[in-house]
């Protein structure tokens, strides 16, 4: 199986801030590469597909980027609506699978 | 919009059957491939298998061999059974959508949280 590895796993920070995540494939999986966010009590949402492809209706402030082993995901500017754990998912290889996910929160 | 939902029961004990069933309307349920993933209590997600419409399946080897999902394309429902159930299966298990424009999971069901309990 693909391990991801996401870090950090939880992080604070203020609104207007530039937020990172990064997550790390146990091999590569090319531009495979999802991101979800989900809010407490709610099914996920993917917000970018293919590394760096933004889903239909989410705000640009959202944004992806990586290939092969290491990805990188960025909120610019977050929001506090942006308060949410976030996932990294593989589909290169079966079977599929996730990062431990990073929890975004207010300082 | 696509229309899912999903039903089963809430607890289950040791050992016996966990079932639960994923009901989705006609245009969406053809032509795509969809899974079932779940969430154990405050940590992350886990993928369990997929069924596409013509019946074929893949699943996490992680689940070795206890997970059965099929389908019923008369009704447009698909459904997983996961066999001699401990409390390490104790989550909110959800149904979801592989989109065919957008290469992810675009569409969850409202998710299921079942107990594994005596």
């Known amino acids: 199986d693909i391990q991801m590895t996401q870090s950090p796993s939880y992080l604070s920070a203020s609104v207007g801030d530039r937020v990172t995540i990064t997550c790390q494939a146990s091999q590569g999986v090319r531009h495979y590469l999802n991101w979800y966010q989900q809010k407490p009590g709610k099914a996920p949402n993917l917000l970018i597909y293919?590394?760096?492809n933004l889903e239909t209706g989410v705000p640009s402030r959202f944004s992806g980027s990586g290939f092969g082993t290491n990805f990188t995901f960025t909120i610019n500017s977050l929001q506090p609506e942006d308060i949410a754990t976030y996932y990294c998912q593989q589909y290169e290889n079966m079977p599929l699978t996730f990062g431990g996910g990073t929890k975004v929160d207010f300082k | 919009q696509v229309q899912i939902q999903q039903w089963g029961a809430g607890l289950v004990k040791p050992s016996e059957t966990l079932s639960l069933t994923c009901g989705v309307d006609a245009e969406s349920f053809r032509g795509y491939f969809w899974s079932w993933v779940r969430q154990p209590p405050g940590k992350g997600l886990e993928w369990i298998g997929q069924i596409n419409h013509s019946g074929s399946t893949y699943y996490n080897p992680s689940l070795k061999s206890r997970a059965t999902i099929s389908a019923d394309t008369s009704t447009n429902q698909f459904s997983l059974k996961l066999n001699s159930a401990t409390a390490a299966d104790t989550a909110i298990y959800f149904c979801?959508?592989?989109?065919?424009?957008?290469?992810?999971?675009?569409?969850w069901g409202q998710g299921t949280r079942v107990t594994v309990s005596s």
């Open positions: 979801v959508r592989w989109g065919s424009r957008t290469p992810g999971f675009d569409y």
């Open positions: 293919e590394a760096s």
